[in-house]
């Protein structure tokens, strides 16, 4: 057995016992089933409790559950030839799915040889130093107290007796009652008796006082003697009973996949003369189709019909607008720009970055401008949302004050200046963190929205060399993929990626997912690949926990969602940089091994990863034993796990 109780010595024999993952769940009438299982071969004295069969020495087979009484039956019949249970299937005893490794709790225990003590004629040799026995005709023997970890643990009290001859002791006083088993009749020379203590643990930790028995004497004398308790414990509480162990913690409840999908917009400009979001909507709206979003950002232009028709042809394909707005806008604004936007219009945005316009008192200003314009909307279309508006450092955020009152959404704008979208940051750190990382613009921008959830209506990367901060265009691909799935780790219900279509017209050259003739970029295709792929839509529904665990070095990443047909989508990567924006130089990444453990075999796992030629690229996962293997790249991956 593996002795726990530090209160009592042990004697124990080595050897490995089954494992957990060999043990079939049963039931005893009230829960789990426990198992006692050998040390050495099997067959040396097996005993399955809940259902597996039962091989004794003796030769005794059992196929059906085992109730507790059986147990001791069992015991009783589990010896060698000398009569007493052979130390090779005496090791170890199991709740079944039950991966704690203390489970048996064991006092005493010392098969111990003392000077041969004449109970009959009341030899007056003083026994060795540990001996249980009195002078006197009668001796008694103890199973020793002992504290039970959890309630409802089954106590047994062990004796064996070996008197040297027969008809040499006998138990009693109190006799052990029903429900006692012997292994040999009583009087036999050799005598092991096994029975339940008459306190059973209501409470863990509670202790179970020791068992005393007398002894009366015979003919012979008492050559060795073993008198231990054994505590053999329910499964643990907060586990159940399954082939193998199983943390608690590792189950995840996954997001709806569509939902992630609705987290997802894109900036346009369709008040931007000279570019193509002013000559050629027709495309621009194709290319919105094709992307798979389904919310744009775009600005207020009054006087601009075309963009009334646009906007309607937007809201026929189920997009919608967020419109940022400018101070000085006020309800009679609002009023009219709204038979133009129409049903296309969802949220009225705070001023853009107004921090940076050059006028001195732009805080006050931009704040004014805020707690005008939330009632100014509300006023004219209550179910319009309301975003704050966006500024461009700490201290411009901390100088507008708290805004939460007179916004639906605090606003912020997330861009990387060229590292990869989960760095811990690259610049000094304060109280709200480190500057640069996610973490930390968050904690920025929440000074002005203290009590609301923030949006994300601009990020992402430029793609054009020698552009401040750019990046390589599959680089570009990769991280603003990986942007999306950072923001919704970090509770970021709506982004909006800065831009569809690039311009030549303003600062933010290369920003696009598009060149300026709406040519794709890898980055287009890589994200619509990705709303592609989980796109699922419907009514909200509640999706399954899954029960399994990812096993990864630090900086892999993971989201789990789920489909309305049950299927769960795994995007797993590694968060890692592959190019230095200081020297525009390239960084190798290395992949990193990833097991994924499921308590229950899916039928089937297929990974798929968007190529930098824009192809998809499709592998099986091979599984075992509840068990898969895979590498984490800079790539999202996105595995269908089909329960």
């Excluded at 409802?152 to 009693?172: F, H, M, P, R």
């Excluded at 399954?544 to 789920?562: E, I, M, S």
């Amino acid at each position: 057995m593996q002795p726990t109780a530090p209160q009592s010595t042990t004697s124990t024999t080595g050897g490995s016992s089954v494992t957990i993952a060999q043990i079939a769940s049963g039931n005893n009438g009230g829960g789990a089933g426990y198992a006692i299982v050998t040390a050495a071969a099997p067959n040396a004295g097996d005993v399955m409790f809940g259902g597996l069969t039962v091989s004794l020495s003796g030769g005794v087979s059992r196929t059906t559950s085992l109730s507790k009484w059986n147990v001791l039956d069992a015991l009783a019949q589990s010896q060698d030839t000398n009569g007493y249970l052979a130390a090779s299937s005496y090791v170890d005893v199991v709740p079944v799915g039950d991966s704690n490794t203390q489970n048996v709790l064991e006092t005493g225990g010392n098969w111990a040889s003392g000077v041969i003590y004449d109970i009959a004629n009341a030899d007056t040799t003083a026994p060795i130093a540990g001996d249980q026995w009195a002078h006197g005709s009668d001796g008694t023997v103890t199973c020793p107290a002992v504290t039970a970890a959890r309630a409802g643990s089954l106590v047994i009290c062990e004796i064996y007796l070996d008197a040297g001859t027969a008809n040499a002791s006998v138990l009693q006083s109190p006799s052990p009652g029903a429900g006692w088993k012997f292994d040999r009749a009583a009087g036999a020379q050799y005598e092991e008796v096994f029975g339940f203590h008459d306190t059973t643990p209501t409470t863990a930790g509670q202790t179970v006082p020791a068992m005393q028995f007398n002894l009366k004497n015979g003919n012979g004398f008492l050559a060795n003697w073993l008198a231990e308790t054994l505590v053999i414990q329910p499964p643990n509480p907060t586990q159940v009973a399954t082939p193998m162990p199983w943390p608690s913690s590792a189950v995840e409840t996954p997001g709806m996949a569509d939902a992630f999908v609705d987290s997802v917009g894109v900036n346009i400009h369709l008040g931007f003369a000279g570019t193509l979001y002013s000559s050629n909507f027709p495309q621009v709206l194709s290319l919105l189709q094709g992307l798979g979003v389904r919310h744009v950002r775009d600005g207020i232009v009054l006087g601009q019909s075309t963009i009334c028709s646009a906007y309607q042809q937007l809201a026929g394909d189920g997009i919608h607008v967020d419109d940022v707005t400018s101070p000085g806008m006020n309800q009679q604004t609002i009023q009219e720009w709204g038979p133009c936007a129409g049903a296309a219009l969802e949220a009225v945005e705070g001023p853009n970055e107004y921090d940076l316009s050059g006028d001195p008192n732009w805080a006050s200003v931009d704040a004014t401008a805020q707690r005008n314009l939330y009632p100014a909307v509300k006023s004219a279309a209550p179910s319009l949302t309301v975003y704050g508006p966006a500024v461009t450092s700490s201290a411009a955020y901390a100088a507008l004050g708290d805004l939460s009152s007179v916004e639906d959404f605090g606003n912020m704008h997330d861009y990387m200046a060229g590292h990869n979208p989960g760095n811990s940051g690259w610049g000094s750190s304060d109280q709200f963190g480190t500057y640069g990382s996610l973490a930390w613009n968050i904690a920025v921008a929440k000074q002005a929205s203290v009590s609301r959830t923030l949006v994300a209506t601009e990020a992402g990367y430029s793609d054009t060399t020698g552009v401040t901060d750019y990046v390589p265009p599959a680089t570009k691909g990769r991280y603003e993929m990986r942007q999306l799935l950072e923001h919704w780790m970090a509770g970021v219900p709506r982004t909006y990626l800065y831009q569809l279509v690039d311009t030549t017209n303003d600062a933010y050259i290369g920003y696009g997912l598009t060149d300026a003739s709406g040519n794709p970029k890898p980055a287009y295709v890589a994200i619509q690949h990705l709303l592609a792929h989980l796109k699922d839509p419907g009514p909200a529904f509640t999706t399954t926990p899954l029960q399994y665990a990812v096993g990864a070095p630090t900086g892999v990443q993971h989201v789990l969602l789920q489909k309305r047909s049950g299927t769960y989508e795994l995007l797993i990567w590694f968060e890692a940089s592959e190019w230095n924006p200081i020297t525009s130089t390239a960084v190798s990444v290395s992949p990193q091994p990833v097991t994924l453990t499921f308590l229950k075999s899916p039928s089937s796992l297929v990974a798929t990863t968007v190529a930098e030629d824009g192809t998809l690229q499709q592998s099986a996962l091979a599984v075992s034993g509840g068990k898969a293997t895979l590498s984490a790249t800079n790539d999202v991956q996105i595995i269908d796990v089909t329960p």
